[in-house]
């Protein structure tokens, strides 16, 4: 269900997709770990935009748009862009490993695990970039 | 900068050297720096084992000041095993403590009648007897010294065995695992009869502007702590790339012949974190500490844990997948006091020759040469570590080794020094990176798989091609070797993630200069060149240039499947890039004269010069 990014609909869409996706199925089917991503405001987006998934062997248990950071006090990861930089690696336009590498996207969370996994966040985003049909 | 301790081991004269300050201005430090003193002296004749060859300590303007990652310094001198430019750089405290001692470096000539070492106590030198030393592996040395000297402060530089047997690949090692492991600084070390140096130093290092100093270096310092690559070295060592450079195709495996290992996963950092890290270390002023340091059940005793390419060279590479095993090989190395990339990468010939029955069981001393092997592995270190047997021929390295056997193209090596554990053939820009770098198939005189990884450096205009691109990267790794060359005047590590303008603000502060970040990028470019015509001056032409044979052959499987680097036609861009010669790949007259090496042109193009 592609949609119009930041909205909830977006992020449901997403949620369908990986629940979906047989490539991202096999590839991600050894990640543990549910993930908040603050998209800071620039350009177009005005106020911080807070985005929960529950990724779990190669689906995604449940999504949530705008919550409280109370109400998941313990994610496995913790990422943080600006709008400009999500809005680019979405496009196409920026690099997940560039935007990693060069701190564009804040990580925290267990680093070697990400390390370990970086086929599964590159294939993350590839899922993402499919349903993304219009940033805002 | 303070002077350079300049020592005569077979005089015993000292004398202090004063840096000309044109070139402190024009090289800033470190290896840069170094070119420029020894650049006269480093002839095509010049034996690098020789009493006349120099061997040349160097501190960069920020060493020990708790600038970010500045714990470091240089060796430098002629290569033994490639006969050109080496440079070997090197972390731990003992840098800070020559700062301390009033000196920016030490500028070792001649070759003692008998094992000896230095003791320099702040401006005070001895030369001691090291006769009691010889034999004595590295970490041993460095203790039996700091009692002698009687001060626990003291830091002290040590070579092992294979320094002093002169193992080409020998290296020199301070603080109980630091090393300067490549391009065999300690076998001239060893030459010249020198085992240790220790040193006391109690003075405050020299910053230009200490107040704008200080905050900017602990700015710095709190943005590299914070840094993505920063947490990901901390957290899980260097090795932690493991699994994505093997995704890639970016880690060569069984002597590089296989693009992918399935145990890879046994053999990562991530790995070793989860199971025998107990510790971290660091270099002096260092936020990162990639260090590890590591308990092992059979023993429980507390040691360095191994760095990338150790993990890669005693692991993937000899299709190893036991990583308490590479530990104690790593640990054996150091021990040695040799490098552990040449020694993993020559090993791997071994196995790759004896696979192919080129050398048999009676060239081993008996000993089967089976991939994954520990024992034999660990044979083959002692061996060359105390040039036993075939050990004797493998401590000259792969490229002799190899053609000891008839076989000098299976050696994976360019130049004499053997190719670190970054394939090309998953990272394009390597095969630039290998054919050109002045002292070898070196990784780190630009380490860029980072930017085929995807690390890009915007302010300088480092953008990110495909890891798979070929001539239209040429110059994108030209202008990342000038960056790098520039970590290694300061003497700054490579893992630290500074902005090239925060370099720019850390020495201007530091020194008193003025410098833009294209003074900084100008700088860079100048001792690139300056490295390349000191080659070209002993021999290097543009044949020199080359991949070994096994990296333009594609691999079968992998992330890398099917690709080879198009060297030659990367080469044709680069030069072009370079603004040198096509013909000769020497740099042009008028490069040299544009980057103020008026001496260089003249020496290079003679006569040509005058007529221009």
Redesign the interface.
Known sequence: MPAVFPSEEWLKGLEAKLNSDQRYAEIAKHWEGDLFFFIEPEGNLKERLTFYLDLWHGTCRGVHYNPQPEAYPKPAFTLTASYNNIAAILSGNL?????????K???KG??????????TVLDFVRVAQEVTTEIM | MQPILKINLTTGKTEEYRIPERWEKDFLGGASLAARILYSGLTKELDPLSAEAPLLFLMGPMTGTSGPTTGRFVICGKGPATGLWAESNIGGFWGPELRAAGYDGLWITGKASEPVYLWLNGSRLEVRSAAHLWGQDTYTTQDKVKEEVGDKSTRVCVIGEAGEKQVLYASIMCDHGRMAGRTGMGAVMGSKNLKAIAVRGRNEIPVFNLVAYKILRSESNRRLK????A??IR??GTG??A??AE?LGAMPVKYYSRGSFEKI?DV???KM??TILVGRSACQGCVIACGRVVKLPQDMTKRKGPEHETMVGFGANLLNDDLEAIVDLGDLCDHYGMDTISTSNTIGLAFHLYERGIITEKDTGGIALKWGDVNAIEQLVRMIGSRDGLGDIMAQGARRFGAYFNAEEEAVQVNGLEVAYHDPRGVSGMALSYATSPRGACHNQSDYF?VD????Q?KIGIE?LSRHGQAEKAANVAKHQDWRTMFNSMVMCIFA?VEPDEQVKLINAACGLDWSLEDLMKSGERAWNLKRAINNRMGLTRANDKLPKALLEPFSDGGSAGFVPDIQGMLSAYYQARGWDVETGKPSREKLLELGLEDVAQDLWGEDLALG
């Open positions: 690099n997940p490993m560039t935007a990693m590498m060069t701190s996207l804040k990580v267990s680093m070697g695990y990400m390390m370990r996994n970086v086929p | 914070d840094d993505n690559e947490k990901i957290e899980v932690g790339v699994n994505y995704y996963d990562s950092g991530s974190a989860e980072f990884w995807g690390h890009t915007e990110y993630n």
